[in-house]
């Protein structure tokens, strides 16, 4: 997302936006994207300074990291972001500082269900569903 600086009206604005994941490079081996980000930025500007009240949304998938399952969630987060934009300068791309706070807000072990039982030791069968039958639980 781009913000001219230069048009940001006294009363503020408001801009929104879908992105490519792809585009950002927000995949990685954990967290795939179903669908395209969605920005919506409430910006204000005081002087040079420059304020944007970001909320991010993106429909993702993970995978649980007791039993591998398919794990489908909306991703989402607030955020806010402070520029001090030089009298010279038109514009602030805001993406690669977008980016940098989703992927550090990516959960580290994501689980299906908060008492996922994970997969037998044994035969690796899903606990969840009692699929085990070698009888070690
Ligand atoms: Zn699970
Ligand atoms: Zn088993």
């Known amino acids: ?5 230069s048009q940001i009206p006294f009363e503020g604005q408001v801009l929104e936006e879908t992105i490519s994941p792809r585009s950002l490079e927000l995949e990685t081996d954990e967290v795939k994207f ?14 040079n300074a420059v304020t944007i009240d970001a909320d991010l949304s993106a429909p993702v998938r993970m995978h649980c990291s007791r039993c591998l399952a398919d794990v489908d969630t909306d991703f989402k987060k607030k955020l ?3 520029y001090q934009v030089p009298s010279n300068q038109q514009t602030i791309d805001i993406d690669q500082d977008i980016r940098e706070e989703i992927i550090l807000d990516y959960p580290v072990n994501p689980l299906c269900k908060p008492d996922c039982k994970g997969l037998c030791p044994r035969c690796g069968a ?6 085990c039958t070698c009888g070690s639980t």
């Open 1 to 5: 997302m781009k913000i001219n600086v």
């Open 34 to 47: 179903r669908g395209n980000l969605r920005v919506r930025a409430i910006i204000s500007k005081i002087t």
């Open 80 to 82: 806010k972001l402070n």
């Open 126 to 131: 899903a606990l969840n569903e009692g699929g």
